[in-house]
């Protein structure tokens, strides 16, 4: 049950993209601990401020049927099949 509550609220792009700020965020609080120049709290807010609005504007031009797109790894490759020569024969006169 917690896992299908997890599954649906990272749907949520507005969610998905707080998470991955706020990992991003802390992570850079993590780096920056041990500096000697402080960083203050505003630098951090303006932090998580830009990379929320980043990620949300790759998720407004992620197309909604981005996983469907994917081909399946047995699926052959447009290229594979029709007028498309698999290998080339350098032995051949007409190379």
């Given at each position: 049950?917690?896992?299908?509550?997890?599954?649906?609220?990272?749907?949520?792009?507005?969610?998905?993209s707080?998470?991955?700020a706020?990992?991003?965020?802390?992570?850079?609080?993590?780096?920056?601990?041990?500096?000697?120049d402080?960083?203050?709290?505003?630098?951090?807010?303006?932090?998580f401020?830009?990379?929320?609005?980043?990620?949300?504007?790759l998720?407004?031009?992620?197309?909604?049927?981005?996983?469907?797109?994917?081909?399946?790894?047995?699926?052959?490759?447009?290229m594979?099949?029709?007028n498309?020569q698999?290998?080339?024969?350098t032995?051949?006169?007409?190379?």
């Amino acid at each position: 049950m917690n896992n299908l509550n997890l599954n649906l609220n990272l749907n949520n792009n507005y969610v998905l993209s707080g998470v991955v700020a706020l990992s991003a965020t802390i992570g850079l609080y993590i780096v920056n601990r041990k500096a000697d120049d402080k960083v203050q709290y505003m630098s951090y807010l303006k932090h998580f401020g830009m990379v929320y609005l980043l990620i949300m504007a790759l998720l407004f031009f992620k197309p909604n049927n981005a996983l469907l797109a994917v081909p399946l790894l047995n699926h052959r490759s447009p290229m594979s099949g029709g007028n498309y020569q698999s290998e080339i024969l350098t032995s051949e006169p007409n190379f």
